[in-house]
């Protein structure tokens, strides 16, 4: 029914599935993996990071390189959003900084999801292109072969 959360082991699936569509984009430019999406994209430079990677485009907001006040980090992942939202990535329900740097589940989660729906791209060797929901469901399909829980 609408409104019902989704089972838990649905969420750690989830969880696998996006933390490693964010480490294959992240490693394209040889940038350490994170362990867990919802946990690591809020710190250090992540997130920017894997925005400049999708879009193709640099961000130029001053950022702190090594934040040591909450307030420092809450700065760079306000830039980070603000850089996201110019380049395009559209959200009904925006994350806050506060969101992500605690590692809000769901707004984490809800956050990689419109970075997907904005850069996947797939093309089926016809060259007939899919729409992003069908391509992400072609990708999480590859990407879940063999494992408990997937269909």
């Not at 990071?49 to 193709?56: A, D, F, P, R, T």
């Not at 702190?64 to 830039?79: C, D, G, M, T, Y």
């Not at 506060?98 to 970075?115: I, Y």
Request: proline share 5%; with cysteine; charged share 25%.
């Amino acid at each position: 029914t609408p409104g019902e959360m989704p089972p838990a082991d649905w969420i750690v699936l989830q969880r696998k599935i996006f933390t490693r569509w964010v480490n294959q984009r992240l490693q394209k430019q040889h940038l350490p993996e994170l362990g867990d999406v919802v946990e690591d994209l809020g710190k250090g430079s992540h997130l920017v990071k894997l925005i400049e990677i999708l879009s193709e485009k640099e961000c130029s907001a001053k950022f702190h390189a090594n934040p040591r006040f909450k307030a420092q980090e809450l700065e760079n992942i306000n830039q980070a959003l603000e850089f996201m939202f110019s380049v395009g990535v559209t959200m009904a329900l925006k994350p806050s900084a506060e969101n992500l740097l605690e590692g809000d589940e769901r707004a984490v989660l809800g956050l990689v999801w419109a970075l997907m729906m904005k850069y996947l791209k797939f093309a089926q060797e016809d060259e007939e292109n899919l729409s992003p929901k069908d391509a992400l469901l072609r990708w999480v399909n590859l990407n879940t072969k063999g494992h408990a829980h997937a269909h």
